[in-house]
């Protein structure tokens, strides 16, 4: 039986804990997977704390297989999620020229100079595959350690999408292949309350172990069922 899979975003930035911005990496992503049959179970969001960006790693871990970590790859002294991630994979970073390269032409094409601080962003996890970003300056990273995929984004969203496009979507197109796909069937129902639309459905499904969820948006009442592809023979 294939297996099935759960996902987790990970925000990491001051700026989303303090309210100053939303989440919107973990809304655009989660939507992707949902496209692409897989479930997000987690979404957690910590601020520029390497104790807790530690902890919402080993918290993702536990409760999923795939996590994507967002934000807190830049050149500045509060960007260490590079460094929080090879101490949970126990891989040391190691310096990529061809990264500095990038930073270089980048910056030499804006008329910025570089700086040495500028060098943190070239350091990655041994064995990580580096994902290039067109867009800025910070590449993203994939590693596969303690049994989980894990794929490290840039925080702006715009830099996401690029790397979404060129790297991560072609990279889930085949492991998700592999993969028991997770469904949503759903009704908009109108002229029934929730009440009424819930004890219908709960008589109907009760026991079966498959995800019931309600959302009143007027003037439907959407009705979502959702399951493994594997658990289909139980509807
Ligand atoms: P940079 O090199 O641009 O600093 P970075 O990987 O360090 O990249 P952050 O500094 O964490 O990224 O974020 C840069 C900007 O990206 C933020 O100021 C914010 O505008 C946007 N951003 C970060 N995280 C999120 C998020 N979870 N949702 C939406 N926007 C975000």
């Not at 500045?76 to 061809?98: G, H, M, N, Y």
């Not at 309600?214 to 023979?233: D, G, T």
Request: hydrophobic letters at 40%; glycine letters at 8%; one cysteine or more.
């Amino acid at each position: 039986m294939k297996k099935t899979v759960r996902a987790a975003v990970l925000g990491v930035g001051s700026e989303l804990t303090s309210g100053q911005i939303g989440n919107s990496n973990a809304l655009w992503i989660s939507q992707r997977l949902k496209a692409m049959g897989l479930l997000t179970s987690t979404h957690l969001v910590v601020p520029d704390d390497k104790s807790l960006i530690l902890d919402g790693l080993e918290f993702c871990a536990q409760k999923s297989d795939l996590i994507f970590v967002t934000g807190g790859l830049g050149p500045t002294s509060d960007d260490f999620t590079r460094d929080l991630i090879s101490q949970w994979s126990k891989l040391d970073l190691e310096f990529d020229p061809a990264t500095w390269d990038h930073i270089v032409e980048r910056l030499r094409f804006r008329g910025i100079a570089t700086e040495e601080f500028q060098k943190q962003q070239c350091y990655f996890p041994k064995r990580s595959t580096i994902l290039k970003n067109t867009l800025g300056t910070a590449h993203g990273f994939y590693l596969h350690a303690n049994h989980k995929d894990i794929f490290v984004l840039p925080g702006p969203p715009r830099e996401i999408e690029a790397i979404w496009k060129d790297h991560v979507f072609p990279w889930l197109v085949n492991f998700t292949e592999k993969i028991d796909r997770h469904v949503t069937l759903s009704w908009d129902i109108l002229g029934k309350s929730e009440g009424e639309l819930a004890r219908i459905t709960e008589d109907i499904l009760r026991g079966s172990g498959l995800e019931i969820g309600y959302r009143v948006h007027m003037p439907y009442v959407e009705i979502k069922v959702s399951f493994f592809q594997s658990e289909r023979s139980q509807i």
